[in-house]
């Protein structure tokens, strides 16, 4: 959450913008190429500031959930208020919840002066007298730490998940090109980026569109190739008619990381139907036993969603029992939330939110203890550890089993053991927590 400005008197200097963002890393990804084409065209433009002096804001917004709507619109209001004051001459508004609800914000917010949707990027530099630079498309400018960025390999998704209201912001799936995204990959390592996180809405969907078959395995092979590119890892992937190709690279290729996060919502046969998920709990035990054998150190995220309409504390009970059996080394839930022109809007949002609540809590007590034996099985081994930042006492770094932001994190006593940032070192792993492991650094 940002600061907000005391009144400031306006100046003739020259335009300086703060671009916010909200919601996930594609929208990040979406932030670093306006800030490219904004830099391009000579802007002075920072990120997520709390800088007094940009006169200009753009707020990216996202509108997944109803959380993240609230907080999109809260930040909109907050920088609203800053513009009534004085404090900048202009609001703009751009992103998924403005792709969704732009007619609605524009009536309720007027001081925003120009809301755009998620494919309007040359429409909003156009606003700033910017041109859209088809040159600079693949050279983007990153907000990340230095060594690691997102790649966005496709945009939009074909699927028809009955909850789901990303379709609806983001439009149809539009994949990108693999020489496109090698040279984006390339231009990333000139820059010093050793790890990328391939994401998409839909990663196994990649090529369907512009090849007329499926690609993933093709790129992730192309991307693997990129000198300077050591780790690649896979979010978001779609569980139904999983190519399973994609165990086979990232077993032959050491720079593709055996991590996967694979989404799978629920495990009761009904809530899937519900769902529109195209999957059973049969075929999706199926998947995870294939990926497990073919890859048998293979980190498997996947991300769940309680108390979806009609969910009862049987079929809850069956996904826990799944949990509990399947144990996945990360989990994250999510409570469902009615998203107006979805299919499952039509069903009644009957689960309470104190259920849902519960539900999702009883489901991390389950992972809890999953991922605390886990960890605890790695204290004596050495392992390679890529270092993000150092914080208070200690520097923090991650293993191949965890991306950036959401999955666990390794850290090393700052007075005793010396590392830079960026760099991989090996960790003899000496403690183990629920989430986090401690160690050493292995000098060779
Ligand atoms: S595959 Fe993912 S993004 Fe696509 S509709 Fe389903 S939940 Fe939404």
């Not at 409570?335 to 009883?362: F, G, M």
Request: glycine letters at 4%; proline letters at 3%; hydrophobic letters at 35%.
């Amino acid at each position: 959450m940002q600061t907000f400005y005391i009144l400031k008197t306006k100046t003739l200097k020259q335009d300086k913008v703060n671009v916010i963002t909200l919601g996930c890393s594609k929208n990040l990804v979406d932030s670093e190429n306006l800030i490219t084409q904004l830099r391009g065209n000579d802007y002075d433009v920072v990120h997520d500031s709390d800088e007094e002096d940009p006169n200009i804001i753009i707020v990216n917004t996202c509108g997944f959930i109803d959380l993240a709507k609230e907080e999109s619109v809260n930040t909109i209001l907050q920088y609203a208020d800053v513009k009534n004051k004085g404090g900048i001459d202009k609001l703009y508004v751009t992103g998924c919840l403005s792709q969704r609800y732009k007619d609605q914000l524009e009536d309720d917010i007027p001081e925003v002066d120009a809301f755009f949707g998620t494919l309007e990027l040359p429409g909003l530099l156009a606003k700033l007298n910017a041109d859209y630079k088809h040159e600079l498309i693949g050279e983007r400018i990153t907000t990340t730490p230095q060594h690691y960025a997102y790649l966005k390999i496709s945009e939009g998704c074909n699927r028809t998940c009955s909850f789901c209201a990303i379709p609806l912001m983001r439009g149809k799936h539009i994949s990108r090109s693999i020489e496109d995204l090698v040279k984006e990959a390339e231009n990333l390592a000139k820059m010093g980026v050793k790890e990328l996180m391939l994401i998409a809405q839909e990663l196994t969907y990649y090529g369907l569109d512009l090849y007329k078959e499926r690609r993933l395995p093709e790129l992730m092979n192309a991307l693997a190739d990129v000198e300077g590119i050591e780790w690649i890892r896979l979010h978001y992937a779609y569980p139904s008619k999983f190519p399973k190709e994609i165990f086979d690279v990232m077993a032959s290729r050491k720079e593709i990381c055996n991590y996967l996060d694979i989404p799978l919502q629920h495990a009761n046969d009904a809530v899937l139907h519900r769902m529109r998920r195209q999957i059973t709990q049969a075929e999706t035990r199926e998947l995870i036993a294939y990926a497990r054998k073919i890859i048998p150190d293979i980190t498997i995220r996947t991300t769940l969603l309680v108390g979806f309409p009609g969910e009862t504390e049987e079929e809850f009970q069956d996904l826990c029992d799944f949990v509990a059996d399947m144990k996945f080394e990360r989990v994250g839930v999510f409570q469902y939330s009615h998203e107006e022109s979805t299919i499952a809007h039509d069903l009644e949002d009957d689960v309470s939110a104190e259920t849902k609540v519960n539900r999702a809590n009883r489901i991390m007590a389950i992972q809890q203890e999953i991922s605390a034996d886990k960890n605890e099985a790695k204290v004596g081994r050495t392992l390679k550890v890529l270092f993000d930042r150092k914080e208070g006492e200690y520097f923090v770094g991650r293993t191949e089993a965890d991306s950036p932001e959401v999955d666990n994190e390794v850290l090393v006593e700052a007075a005793i053991n010396y590392v830079r940032i960026g760099d991989f070192a090996n960790v003899h792993i000496t403690e183990a927590r629920e989430y986090d492991l401690f160690g050493d650094v292995v000098h060779e």
